[in-house]
Protein backbone atom coordinates (compact mmCIF):
# COMPACT_ATOMS: atom_id res chain seq x y z
CA UNK A 1 0.00 0.00 0.00
CA UNK A 2 0.86 3.75 -0.89
CA UNK A 3 1.54 5.55 2.61
CA UNK A 4 0.71 9.12 2.52
CA UNK A 5 2.66 11.24 5.44
CA UNK A 6 1.49 14.84 6.13
CA UNK A 7 3.18 17.58 8.26
CA UNK A 8 2.95 18.80 10.51
CA UNK A 9 0.11 17.32 12.39
CA UNK A 10 -0.86 20.77 13.64
CA UNK A 11 0.06 23.94 12.24
CA UNK A 12 -0.82 27.86 14.03
CA UNK A 13 -0.70 31.14 11.46
CA UNK A 14 -1.60 34.25 12.11
CA UNK A 15 -4.39 35.85 9.66
CA UNK A 16 -3.12 36.88 6.67
CA UNK A 17 -0.24 34.94 6.72
CA UNK A 18 0.84 31.83 4.56
CA UNK A 19 0.11 28.22 5.62
CA UNK A 20 2.33 25.39 4.17
CA UNK A 21 1.57 21.13 4.69
CA UNK A 22 3.72 18.78 2.95
CA UNK A 23 2.70 15.22 2.06
CA UNK A 24 5.04 13.11 1.06
CA UNK A 25 4.00 9.46 -0.56
CA UNK A 26 6.01 6.04 0.06
CA UNK A 27 5.86 5.29 -3.74
CA UNK A 28 5.53 7.54 -6.88
CA UNK A 29 2.03 8.87 -7.74
CA UNK A 30 2.58 9.84 -11.40
CA UNK A 31 0.52 8.37 -13.89
CA UNK A 32 2.68 7.22 -16.82
CA UNK A 33 -0.66 7.08 -18.91
CA UNK A 34 -2.11 10.94 -18.34
CA UNK A 35 1.69 12.13 -16.96
CA UNK A 36 -0.33 13.28 -14.00
CA UNK A 37 0.55 13.01 -10.31
CA UNK A 38 -2.65 11.63 -8.71
CA UNK A 39 -2.76 13.48 -5.49
CA UNK A 40 -5.54 15.27 -3.99
CA UNK A 41 -6.17 18.09 -1.58
CA UNK A 42 -9.62 18.32 0.83
CA UNK A 43 -10.70 20.57 3.63
CA UNK A 44 -12.45 19.22 6.57
CA UNK A 45 -14.69 21.90 8.33
CA UNK A 46 -16.06 20.46 11.70
CA UNK A 47 -19.27 18.48 11.53
CA UNK A 48 -18.85 18.72 7.83
CA UNK A 49 -17.61 16.29 5.16
CA UNK A 50 -14.17 16.97 3.50
CA UNK A 51 -14.12 19.32 0.30
CA UNK A 52 -11.73 18.66 -2.57
CA UNK A 53 -9.41 21.91 -2.89
CA UNK A 54 -6.79 20.11 -5.12
CA UNK A 55 -6.59 17.52 -8.01
CA UNK A 56 -3.47 16.45 -9.86
CA UNK A 57 -1.29 17.39 -7.18
CA UNK A 58 -1.68 21.20 -8.71
CA UNK A 59 -5.27 22.22 -10.64
CA UNK A 60 -7.35 24.09 -8.14
CA UNK A 61 -10.87 22.56 -8.01
CA UNK A 62 -14.16 24.85 -9.26
CA UNK A 63 -15.14 27.43 -6.64
CA UNK A 64 -11.70 27.18 -4.17
CA UNK A 65 -10.39 30.57 -3.68
CA UNK A 66 -6.88 31.29 -5.22
CA UNK A 67 -5.06 31.57 -2.03
CA UNK A 68 -5.10 27.77 -2.44
CA UNK A 69 -2.50 26.21 -4.14
CA UNK A 70 -1.02 22.50 -4.72
CA UNK A 71 2.79 21.68 -6.08
CA UNK A 72 4.97 19.11 -6.02
CA UNK A 73 5.63 15.84 -8.17
CA UNK A 74 6.51 11.94 -7.79
CA UNK A 75 6.69 11.98 -4.28
CA UNK A 76 6.33 14.94 -2.54
CA UNK A 77 3.37 17.50 -2.62
CA UNK A 78 2.99 20.72 -0.87
CA UNK A 79 -0.30 22.77 -0.14
CA UNK A 80 0.21 25.98 0.57
CA UNK A 81 -2.44 28.89 1.53
CA UNK A 82 -0.85 32.09 0.27
CA UNK A 83 -3.07 34.30 3.14
CA UNK A 84 -5.25 32.77 5.90
CA UNK A 85 -8.79 33.46 6.11
CA UNK A 86 -10.85 32.41 9.12
CA UNK A 87 -12.98 30.27 7.26
CA UNK A 88 -9.77 28.22 6.70
CA UNK A 89 -9.65 26.52 10.10
CA UNK A 90 -9.88 23.29 9.15
CA UNK A 91 -8.60 20.19 9.34
CA UNK A 92 -6.35 19.31 5.50
CA UNK A 93 -6.01 15.89 3.99
CA UNK A 94 -3.70 14.66 1.23
CA UNK A 95 -4.85 11.58 -1.09
CA UNK A 96 -3.06 9.62 -3.09
CA UNK A 97 -5.74 8.78 -6.31
CA UNK A 98 -3.33 6.58 -8.42
CA UNK A 99 -3.80 2.91 -6.93
CA UNK A 100 -6.18 0.93 -4.61
CA UNK A 101 -6.38 0.95 -1.51
CA UNK A 102 -6.56 4.81 -2.16
CA UNK A 103 -4.96 6.24 1.04
CA UNK A 104 -5.17 9.44 2.90
CA UNK A 105 -2.08 11.05 4.94
CA UNK A 106 -3.22 11.22 9.08
CA UNK A 107 -4.54 14.83 8.40
CA UNK A 108 -3.10 18.59 9.45
CA UNK A 109 -4.93 20.65 11.83
CA UNK A 110 -4.66 24.30 10.61
CA UNK A 111 -5.49 27.26 13.33
CA UNK A 112 -5.62 30.75 13.64
CA UNK A 113 -2.29 31.93 15.65
CA UNK B 1 -24.02 16.30 -8.21
CA UNK B 2 -26.08 15.57 -5.37
CA UNK B 3 -25.21 12.13 -2.89
CA UNK B 4 -27.23 11.31 -0.14
CA UNK B 5 -26.59 8.76 2.40
CA UNK B 6 -28.95 6.57 4.39
CA UNK B 7 -28.87 3.78 6.52
CA UNK B 8 -27.11 3.96 9.10
CA UNK B 9 -27.86 2.70 12.77
CA UNK B 10 -26.58 1.09 15.95
CA UNK B 11 -25.84 -2.53 15.56
CA UNK B 12 -24.06 -5.44 17.64
CA UNK B 13 -21.10 -7.01 16.44
CA UNK B 14 -21.33 -9.77 14.46
CA UNK B 15 -24.45 -7.91 12.72
CA UNK B 16 -25.21 -6.49 9.26
CA UNK B 17 -26.42 -3.70 8.19
CA UNK B 18 -27.06 -2.00 4.00
CA UNK B 19 -26.02 1.59 3.55
CA UNK B 20 -27.77 3.23 0.59
CA UNK B 21 -26.70 6.46 -1.47
CA UNK B 22 -29.43 8.36 -4.21
CA UNK B 23 -27.27 9.77 -6.53
CA UNK B 24 -28.57 12.83 -8.93
CA UNK B 25 -26.81 14.84 -11.16
CA UNK B 26 -24.98 12.02 -12.97
CA UNK B 27 -25.70 8.61 -13.37
CA UNK B 28 -24.07 5.88 -11.47
CA UNK B 29 -22.52 4.08 -14.37
CA UNK B 30 -20.84 7.33 -15.95
CA UNK B 31 -18.66 7.92 -12.48
CA UNK B 32 -16.22 6.18 -10.22
CA UNK B 33 -18.09 5.38 -7.00
CA UNK B 34 -16.70 4.65 -3.63
CA UNK B 35 -17.16 4.23 0.44
CA UNK B 36 -14.83 6.12 2.59
CA UNK B 37 -15.21 6.38 6.56
CA UNK B 38 -14.21 8.92 9.06
CA UNK B 39 -14.30 7.07 12.79
CA UNK B 40 -14.86 9.46 15.53
CA UNK B 41 -12.76 12.03 15.61
CA UNK B 42 -10.34 9.80 13.46
CA UNK B 43 -9.17 10.47 9.41
CA UNK B 44 -10.42 9.28 6.52
CA UNK B 45 -10.22 5.51 5.50
CA UNK B 46 -11.54 4.41 1.65
CA UNK B 47 -13.24 1.43 1.73
CA UNK B 48 -14.55 -0.28 -1.32
CA UNK B 49 -14.80 1.66 -4.94
CA UNK B 50 -16.80 0.20 -8.38
CA UNK B 51 -14.96 1.11 -11.60
CA UNK B 52 -17.22 2.24 -14.25
CA UNK B 53 -17.38 -1.08 -15.94
CA UNK B 54 -18.53 -2.35 -12.65
CA UNK B 55 -15.27 -4.48 -10.86
CA UNK B 56 -14.89 -3.78 -7.41
CA UNK B 57 -12.16 -3.28 -4.68
CA UNK B 58 -11.86 -3.47 -0.80
CA UNK B 59 -9.84 -2.26 1.54
CA UNK B 60 -8.17 -5.44 3.58
CA UNK B 61 -10.15 -4.51 6.28
CA UNK B 62 -13.75 -5.15 4.90
CA UNK B 63 -12.65 -7.59 2.33
CA UNK B 64 -15.11 -10.14 2.37
CA UNK B 65 -17.30 -9.22 4.97
CA UNK B 66 -18.66 -5.58 2.80
CA UNK B 67 -20.02 -5.99 -0.48
CA UNK B 68 -20.47 -2.67 -2.96
CA UNK B 69 -23.16 -2.66 -5.73
CA UNK B 70 -24.92 -0.10 -7.68
CA UNK B 71 -28.73 -0.27 -9.40
CA UNK B 72 -28.57 1.63 -12.51
CA UNK B 73 -32.57 1.63 -12.94
CA UNK B 74 -32.74 3.24 -9.26
CA UNK B 75 -29.54 5.55 -9.85
CA UNK B 76 -27.95 4.26 -6.36
CA UNK B 77 -25.08 2.78 -4.44
CA UNK B 78 -25.35 0.82 -1.81
CA UNK B 79 -22.76 -0.82 0.61
CA UNK B 80 -23.56 -4.19 1.98
CA UNK B 81 -21.71 -4.80 5.73
CA UNK B 82 -22.23 -8.45 7.90
CA UNK B 83 -19.87 -9.53 10.43
CA UNK B 84 -19.69 -5.92 12.06
CA UNK B 85 -17.01 -5.46 14.33
CA UNK B 86 -16.74 -2.91 17.04
CA UNK B 87 -13.44 -1.18 14.58
CA UNK B 88 -16.31 -0.70 11.76
CA UNK B 89 -18.01 2.16 14.07
CA UNK B 90 -17.63 5.45 11.66
CA UNK B 91 -19.75 7.94 9.59
CA UNK B 92 -19.59 6.51 6.24
CA UNK B 93 -19.40 8.88 3.14
CA UNK B 94 -21.01 8.05 0.11
CA UNK B 95 -18.12 9.83 -2.78
CA UNK B 96 -17.45 9.93 -6.47
CA UNK B 97 -15.11 10.27 -8.90
CA UNK B 98 -15.55 11.99 -12.93
CA UNK B 99 -11.95 11.05 -13.05
CA UNK B 100 -10.06 7.95 -12.86
CA UNK B 101 -7.18 9.26 -10.45
CA UNK B 102 -8.36 12.52 -9.78
CA UNK B 103 -9.42 11.73 -6.15
CA UNK B 104 -13.46 12.30 -5.24
CA UNK B 105 -14.66 15.16 -6.05
CA UNK B 106 -18.43 14.47 -4.87
CA UNK B 107 -19.31 13.93 -1.25
CA UNK B 108 -22.22 12.72 0.21
CA UNK B 109 -22.85 13.97 4.23
CA UNK B 110 -22.60 10.81 5.54
CA UNK B 111 -24.63 8.14 7.85
CA UNK B 112 -23.50 7.10 10.89
CA UNK B 113 -22.84 3.17 12.15
CA UNK B 114 -21.97 2.31 15.55
CA UNK B 115 -21.05 -1.54 16.02
CA UNK B 116 -21.48 -1.58 19.93
CA UNK B 117 -23.00 -4.26 22.11
Known amino acids: DIVMTQSPDSLAVSLGERATINCKSS????????????VAWYQQRPGQPPRLLIY???TRESGVPDRFSGSGSGTDFTLTISSLQAEDVAVYYC?????????FGQGTRLEIK | AQLVESGGALVQPGGSLRLSCAVS????????LSWVRQAPGKGLEWVSV???????TYADSVKGRFTISRDSSKNMLFLQMTSLRTEDTAVYYC????????????WGQGTLVTVSS
Open chain 2, 95 to 106: VGSSSRGLGFDF
Open chain 2, 25 to 32: GFTVDSNY
Open chain 2, 50 to 56: ILLAGST
Open chain 1, 27 to 38: HSVLSTSSYRNC
Open chain 1, 56 to 58: WAS
Open chain 1, 95 to 103: QQAYTTPYT
